[in-house]
């Protein structure tokens, strides 16, 4: 076995005993119906509990209510929740264009939030910013200039590269749980890069990627 899979293999023993070890760290869940009053900047929805306390909820969108679970013990104000339910659905919520986003993908989190809610969300996150961070009590921020086209649009991606059976290695993305998802397709690439993922069945420009980043078993693809 090529030393670059051994280092791959082993990074990810240590992340899943690492993940194994904070599951058991965790004390139990409390259940808890909330309001959904923001999102954070990767994503997640932003509720607030009677006791002041930050629950950040994956796939909940702001003026949603929602059932979720998340950890009664911890030693912060913030907690991550579990979406577990959700009764009241966002006027701005849409269906997920990625086949991949349902089973565990979080590489584009925004994309169940109409694309017009979108920018109206990034355009009050950095005046709100400003405000906090930089200590500007009025940001003059301009509209934001909407994209020509929401999806295949970014001309890099990062994959995680998993040894096959055959000798190859197959592409994947990280889940929100912390595994591994395979991919042959994404929404977030252009032409180009999309292209260079369909083909990356050949196994001399998986290999010369691999000893290029032979610090992880990670596969940058970029457009020149």
């Excluded at 904070?22 to 994503?43: C, N």
């Excluded at 577990?84 to 659905?89: G, P, Q, S």
């Excluded at 994209?147 to 990062?158: G, H, K, M, T």
Aim: proline share 6%.
């Amino acid at each position: 076995m090529p030393a670059e899979t051994r280092l791959a293999l082993k990074r990810m023993t240590l992340l899943k005993t690492h993940q194994s070890m904070r599951s058991e760290a965790q004390v139990f869940m409390k259940q808890e119906t909330l309001e959904i009053i923001d999102l954070s900047s990767d994503g997640r929805g932003v509720a607030r509990t009677a006791e002041g306390l930050v629950i950040m909820i994956a796939g909940a969108l702001p003026g949603e209510s929602v059932v979720c679970g998340y950890e009664e013990q911890s030693g912060t104000s913030l907690r991550n929740g579990v979406l577990e339910k959700n009764l009241r659905l966002s006027p701005n919520r849409c269906d997920h264009p990625c086949p991949y986003h349902c089973r565990g993908c979080n590489g584009s989190p925004l994309g169940i939030l109409k694309y017009e809610a979108q920018l109206a969300w990034k355009e009050n996150h950095l005046r709100e910013t400003l405000k906090r961070i930089a200590g500007i009590k009025s940001p003059a921020v301009q509209k934001i200039i909407p994209a020509d086209q929401p999806w295949n649009y970014r001309n890099r991606i990062e994959l995680i590269l998993i040894p096959t059976e055959d000798g190859g290695y197959q592409p994947c993305y990280s889940t929100s749980g912390g595994g591994v998802l395979p991919v042959d397709v994404c929404l977030l690439a252009d032409e180009t890069v999309s292209a260079a993922l369909k083909s990356m069945s050949s196994d001399s420009v998986l290999h010369k990627a691999i000893r290029k980043h032979q610090d992880a078993p990670r596969l940058l693809l970029h457009a020149d």
